[in-house]
C-alpha cells in the first residue's frame, strides 16, 4: 500500500500539486474509507490550516469529495483524475503555447522561428487529443 501511495503521490506532484495536496489525495486515494479532517491530520501529520487548504484545492480539481456520512463530514478521493491530466494540458495550451505562436510573425532567427513552428505542432496535437477526449466523455 505505501508503495502505491508514494507512486500516486509522485504522480499528483508531477501534474502540479503542492506537497501537502499530494500527500492528502494519495493517502484519501488508498484508505478504504472516508476520512475526516482529524483522521487526515493524524495520518499526515500536517496542521489543521494545511489540511483545509490542501483540501480546498483537490475538491476544486475534483479530485476529492466531501460527503456527510454517520453525522460527520468526511473526505474520500475521487480515483478517476483525468481531469488533472486535462486542465494541466489545457493551460500548457493556454499559458506556453499559445503565447509562442501568436509571437509568430516577430521572429528575429531561425531558432526562434523553430521554437514556434514546434510549440504550433505541440498545440495542434494537444487539440486532437482534446477533441478524442470529449468523444469519449460523450461515448462516441
Do not use: C, H, W
Not at 483522521?39 to 494545511?50: F, H, L, V
Not at 523553430?114 to 505541440?122: G, L, N, V
Amino acid at each position: 500500500m505505501d508503495e502505491i501511495k508514494n507512486l500516486l503521490k509522485k504522480l499528483m506532484l508531477f501534474l502540479g500539486l503542492d506537497e501537502a495536496s499530494s500527500t492528502i489525495y494519495s493517502t484519501l486515494a488508498v484508505s478504504e474509507k472516508p476520512l475526516t479532517i482529524k483522521e487526515i491530520i493524524d495520518k499526515t501529520n500536517y496542521s489543521i490550516a494545511r489540511v483545509y487548504a490542501s483540501l480546498g484545492k483537490l475538491i476544486k480539481e475534483d479530485l476529492v469529495e466531501k460527503i456527510r456520512q454517520n453525522g460527520s463530514i468526511k473526505f474520500i478521493a475521487n480515483i478517476n483524475f483525468i481531469n488533472v491530466f486535462e486542465n494541466r494540458r489545457k493551460e500548457i495550451m493556454d499559458n506556453f503555447l499559445k503565447p509562442l505562436i501568436d509571437y509568430s510573425g516577430r521572429e528575429e532567427n531561425e531558432s526562434i522561428k523553430e521554437i514556434i513552428e514546434y510549440a504550433k505542432k505541440i498545440y495542434d496535437y494537444f487539440k486532437i487529443v482534446n477533441e478524442k477526449s470529449e468523444n469519449v466523455k460523450k461515448g462516441r
